[in-house]
């Protein structure tokens, strides 16, 4: 079983960078395709960055696409999402995602993923 901790949530202003860390333990992450996901309230949980186990193919939501940067690390079994001008809409709970999947390609639906970390919460203010 995978555990996953993520970090680097926190207070912002709109227009500034934060960059979200996802470490892995428990389990190697050879294979996995990970994700990033974030929920406000109210809403459901939506697909924001994905990467594939090479790291290879990344996919984005329209929503952050230009301004986010998903990336991993698997000497380190790490993952990080680096996001540029954070608008007040960016805010939410931000969940780390990992499913082992068999072939190098990204899952966006949540439904898809088996492992995930509690969330970090980030906040956008205007």
């Known amino acids: 079983q995978v555990q996953l901790v993520e970090s680097g949530g926190g207070l912002v202003q709109a227009g500034a960078s934060l960059r979200l860390s996802c470490a892995a333990s428990g389990h190697t992450l050879r294979g996995h395709c990970m994700g990033w996901f974030r929920q406000a309230p109210g809403t459901e949980r939506e697909f924001v960055a994905g990467i594939s186990w090479s790291g290879d193919i990344t996919d984005y939501a329209d929503s952050v696409k230009g301004r986010a940067t998903i990336s991993r690390d698997n000497a380190k079994n790490t993952m990080s999402l680096e996001m540029n001008s954070l608008k007040p809409e960016d805010t939410a709970v931000y969940y780390c995602?990992?499913?082992?999947?068999?072939?190098?390609?990204?899952?966006?639906?949540?439904?898809?993923?088996?492992?995930w970390g509690r969330g970090t919460q980030v906040t956008v203010s205007s």
């Open positions: 995602a990992s499913q082992l999947i068999a072939g190098d390609y990204v899952w966006t639906q949540s439904y898809q993923y088996s492992n």
